[in-house]
């Protein structure tokens, strides 16, 4: 009995093909060589060049970024009551 150097099933001593894989008997086997793979490089980028901003674009980023504190309000409301009071309308 021998056996098949591609899949290590059981043959007969006259066989000249695999009946499991089909591979014939009597080449020698093939050796696994590992793939060689390119080197792997990282690409290199770029950062874009910055943008200029025009001056609409500045207007809306400063009024997104005002903040009305709480207090302003208070101020408001304190100053129109007063107004209201020394200045009395319809009187």
């Known amino acids: 009995m021998k056996y098949c150097p591609y899949c290590g099933a059981q043959l007969p001593d006259n066989a000249t093909f695999c009946s499991t894989c089909g591979n014939r008997l009597g080449a020698a086997a093939p050796q696994y060589q590992q793939p060689q793979y390119p080197q792997y490089q990282q690409p290199q980028y770029q950062q874009p060049a910055p943008q200029?901003?025009?001056?609409?674009?500045?207007?809306?980023?400063?009024?997104?970024?005002?903040?009305?504190?709480?207090?302003?309000?208070?101020?408001?409301?304190?100053?129109?009551?007063?107004?209201?009071?020394?200045?009395?309308?319809?009187?």
């Not at 980023?61 to 207090?71: I, L, P, S």
Request: no cysteine.
């Open 52 to 91: 200029k901003m025009s001056y609409m674009d500045k207007v809306r980023a400063a009024r997104k970024n005002q903040k009305v504190k709480w207090w302003h309000w208070v101020l408001i409301a304190v100053g129109t009551g007063i107004l209201m009071t020394l200045f009395p309308i319809g009187g």
